[in-house]
């Protein structure tokens, strides 16, 4: 049990809905934090009871589909009483070592954020190569200084009320830690599926924001000579010109980035990723082509009576 003494002058903000299979070890995991919030989207599940159970704040966040989500929500309306806030996936755990580096590191003025690397577990294999690792996320900082980009998504259906891939503009300076966070799912390939289904709704958007140069207002931006993650803006606005992405994104991952070296787990992956990449491609279409919708027809066709055969000549007796 952490005593009271060993808190630290953190508040952790945990987004949910219907996580109650990875709340307990999320949970456990963020124990020395002074203060955790767990921001639910009217969970059916045990969610709620387990949260209070483990002593966390429950806060319930009803979205209106219009700007912000979740996340920025949560950032500018709780009553944090820590100036730092470390953002956790209920997905994610936050490993000891980290936690005595992040002591350290909210002691130090330098710095208004800090980078996260984590480590992604597939199929019980930790995710080294293909790209996957290093995985930077700025999680950690001073909450009053950080908000979340807009990606100009947030009206797409089927995306969530949730900030997944839109990144924290930051004012001041950031560093970097050295101690990794874990990202576990114990849920199964059904909710890896579901999640990613709604992953590319948004990620088709921001493919066609790229492509035509909408929705770069208020984001990190795209820069080759930036931070890692202005980088990997920069190389994406070139990857979504380029033709073959499903079977692309399959030979950047398991050859040319060695996803291989993961064994089964990583050939999984890498043919799940190629589905992926397909399935943005689906919709991108959908979206540019059919106005969002699988079919265009606004009313449907009449539908013609088949024609009868006509009747045959009646013979008159002799």
Known sequence: MTS????????????????EENLPACLASVARADEVFVVDSQSSDRSIEISESLGANV?????????????NWSLENLPFRNEWVLIVDCDERITPELWDEIAAVIQQPD????YLNRRVFFLGKWIRHGGKYPDWNLRLFRHAKGRYENLNTEEIRNTGDNEVHEHVVLEGK???LKNDMLHEDFRDLFHWL??????????????LNL?????EDGTIGANLFGDSVQRKRFLKKIWVQLPFKPLLRFILFYIIRLGFLDGKAGYIYGRLLSQYEYQIGVKLYELRDCGGKLNTSSTPKAVQPAPQPEAAPTQSPL
């Open 111 to 114: 710095c208004n954020g800090y």
């Open 211 to 215: 492509l035509t140069g909408n929705g």
């Open 174 to 176: 950031v560093g970097y």
């Open 4 to 19: 009271k003494l060993s808190k630290l002058p953190v508040s952790v903000l945990i987004p949910a809905k219907n996580e």
């Open 194 to 207: 579901e999640r990613h289904n709604r992953y590319s709704n948004w990620e088709a958007r921001v493919y």
């Open 59 to 71: 806060v319930q966040f009803h979205f209106n589909g219009r700007w912000p989500k979740k996340k």
